[in-house]
């Protein structure tokens, strides 16, 4: 639970580094900050409603959501105002790329740890994993479908679109799978009771 909260956190921590870079976003972000501006809401609970929403197309899929899934709606969106109101807004180009490299690298540790912590998948995770299940495709083919499409919605929306998206897209696989192994909390299985010790003889 402490792995699940504080990746959580972090993520949406590396997601404010990344708006406040302002050298693009990855594709669900484009997304949440079009909308936020087209709805007036703050990026953090626009980031929550989109994945509340998210959440009910699980319904017809039947997915079940973990305490994790759940988290994951309420504490990224919470943890990213809440570093958007006192992150500050660089102004030389190498701040900006610095924090838009250091977003990336803290998102894939993020992603590791609150993944590792096999509490359940995010929303959005959940909602690939479905649909690879229910249509038959596979998951590259599906996960590229959604996070075009997102991405095309959002940059017509007004989401930013620009390095820090195209730097996201390579290195974002990678970064993760190298932090997964690493932070994956290991399975607990069910031991089989042992037999007690059979009773001496009698002498």
């Known amino acids: 639970m402490v792995q699940l909260y504080a990746g959580l956190a972090l993520y949406g921590f590396s997601m404010a580094l990344m708006v406040k870079a302002g050298l693009?976003?990855?594709?669900?972000d484009v997304f949440h900050q079009g909308l936020a501006e087209h709805?007036?809401?703050?990026f953090g609970i626009t980031t929550i409603v989109v994945g509340a929403a998210v959440l009910l197309l699980w319904l017809p899929m039947r997915q079940r959501p973990g305490v994790g899934t759940v988290s994951n709606v309420f504490v990224i969106g919470i943890a990213v105002d809440a570093a958007l109101s006192w992150l500050p807004s660089p102004d030389p180009l190498a701040w900006r790329v610095t924090f838009m490299l250091s977003a990336v690298v803290l998102n894939a540790v993020a992603g590791g740890a609150y993944i590792?912590?096999?509490?359940?998948p995010g929303p959005r995770d959940g909602l690939m994993?479905?649909?690879v299940r229910r249509t038959g495709r596979s998951v590259r083919l599906v996960r590229t479908t959604i996070e075009v499409t997102v991405l095309a919605v959002g940059f017509v929306l007004g989401g930013s679109i620009g390095l820090g998206t195209v730097v996201y897209a390579l290195a974002i696989g990678p970064l993760v799978q190298v932090f997964l192994p690493l932070l994956a909390v290991p399975e607990h299985r069910p031991t089989r009771p042992t037999?007690?010790?059979?009773?001496l003889p009698a002498t």
């Not at 037999?195 to 009773?199: E, L, S, T």
Request: a positive charge; glycine letters at 22%; aromatic letters at 10%.
């Open 116 to 120: 590792g912590a096999r509490l359940g």
């Open 129 to 131: 994993t479905g649909l």
């Open 195 to 199: 037999a007690p010790p059979a009773p």
């Open 24 to 28: 693009g976003l990855d594709p669900w």
């Open 39 to 42: 709805t007036g809401w703050r």
